[in-house]
C-alpha cells in the first residue's frame, strides 16, 4: 500500500530483542536475587562460598587430610564474642551453604557438609560430619554413599530427618578431628 501524497512511509516497529539463551536467564535471576540480600545475607553467602570452594578444592586435589586439619584448627579455636544463638546459627549455615553449594560445580553433599562443619567451627559449635549408606542398598548400582552434617541432635545439612532414618551410619568425623566408628542406630 503506498502512503498519502505528501506523507512520509511509516517504518515498522523494531522488533523486540531476542531473548537470551537460557543459561544466560538463569545467570540473570541469580544476580537479581543477589541485589536483593542484605548485607547481612551477603556477607554469610560470601563466606559459605569461599568455604565451599575451598572444600570443593582440597577434595578434588586429594587434600582431605588438611581440610580437616583446618576444620579442627577452626574448632580449637576460642568462639568470636557475642556468637549468635545456636538455632539461628544452624539456619544461617544451612541456608548459606545450600545456596552457595548451587554455585559452585561438583559441589556434592561431602562438600557441602566439610564447608559447614568449618563455618559452625568458627562460630565455636561443635558439628559432626555423618557418612552413611541407605539402609536398603543392595548390589553395586545401590551403593550411594551420603554426607550430612549434624550438629547436636540438630541435622543441619543433608537432608531431611525422614531421609536420615533411611541410612545407615558409616562413620562420624568430629571437628575436633579423626573418625570414629558409630553404631547404625546412631540417630540425629
Excluded at 546459627?89 to 556434592?108: F, M, N
Aim: glycine share 8%; with cysteine.
Amino acid at each position: 500500500m503506498t502512503p498519502p501524497p505528501g506523507r512520509a512511509p511509516v517504518a515498522a516497529p523494531p522488533a523486540p530483542p531476542a531473548a537470551p539463551p537460557a543459561p544466560v536467564r538463569g545467570r540473570i535471576r541469580r544476580l537479581r536475587r543477589l541485589r536483593r540480600l542484605s548485607r547481612h545475607e551477603a556477607r554469610l553467602l560470601a563466606a559459605a562460598l569461599a568455604e565451599v570452594l575451598r572444600a570443593r578444592a582440597m577434595l578434588w586435589l586429594r587434600q582431605s587430610g588438611a581440610l580437616r586439619a583446618r576444620i579442627a584448627r577452626l574448632a580449637a579455636a576460642p568462639p568470636p564474642p557475642g556468637a549468635a544463638d545456636c538455632r539461628a546459627a544452624l539456619a544461617e549455615v544451612a541456608w548459606s551453604v545450600a545456596a552457595a553449594a548451587r554455585l559452585v560445580p561438583g559441589a556434592s553433599c561431602l562438600t557441602q557438609a566439610l564447608a559447614g562443619q568449618a563455618l559452625l567451627a568458627r562460630r565455636g559449635i561443635a558439628a559432626t560430619v555423618r557418612l552413611s549408606l541407605p539402609a536398603a542398598a543392595g548390589g553395586a548400582a545401590a551403593f550411594r554413599p551420603h554426607a550430612w552434617l549434624v550438629a547436636g541432635p540438630a541435622l543441619v545439612l543433608g537432608g531431611t530427618a525422614q531421609d536420615y532414618a533411611r541410612h545407615h551410619t558409616l562413620a562420624e568425623l568430629p571437628a575436633a578431628g579423626g573418625a570414629a566408628a558409630t553404631p547404625a542406630a546412631a540417630a540425629p
